[in-house]
């Protein structure tokens, strides 16, 4: 298995930017997908953006496309999501998560998360 452990949440103006990583341990990390999903208050968890194994396939929801980007250096066992141009909807907590699958697009297809990092925006 592969534990999880986020950190760079915070609170940002609206229009800043932020980055979140995600350090994971395990022998196999660079054969997971990794994905990076959030949920606001009230609302169900959705994903975000999700990075297949290699880095070589991504995925965005159309909410956030454009405005971040997600990668991952499988030498530091590290996922990033840099998040540019924040808006208030933004404000969610994100967690980190892997699948076994090469590019999950929704929670179910992830078997490891993170324990999540609040991103407030503020306007």
């Known amino acids: 298995q592969v534990q999880l452990v986020e950190s760079g949440g915070g609170l940002v103006q609206a229009g800043g930017s932020l980055r979140l990583s995600c350090a994971a341990s395990?022998?196999?990390?660079?054969?997971?997908?990794m994905g990076w999903l959030r949920q606001a208050p009230g609302k169900e968890r959705d994903i975000v953006s999700a990075?297949?194994?290699?880095?070589?396939?991504?995925y965005y929801a159309d909410s956030v496309k454009g405005r971040f980007t997600i990668s991952r250096d499988n030498a530091k066992n590290t996922v990033y999501l840099q998040m540019n141009s924040l808006k208030p909807e933004d404000t969610a907590i994100y967690y980190c998560?892997?699948?076994?699958?090469?590019?999950?697009?929704?929670?179910?297809?992830?078997?490891?998360w993170g324990q999540g990092t609040q991103v407030t925006v503020s306007s």
């Open positions: 998560a892997a699948s076994r699958g090469p590019l999950a697009t929704t929670p179910s297809g992830y078997s490891y």
């Open positions: 990075v297949s194994w290699s880095g070589s396939s991504t």
């Open positions: 395990g022998r196999t990390f660079s054969r997971y997908g």
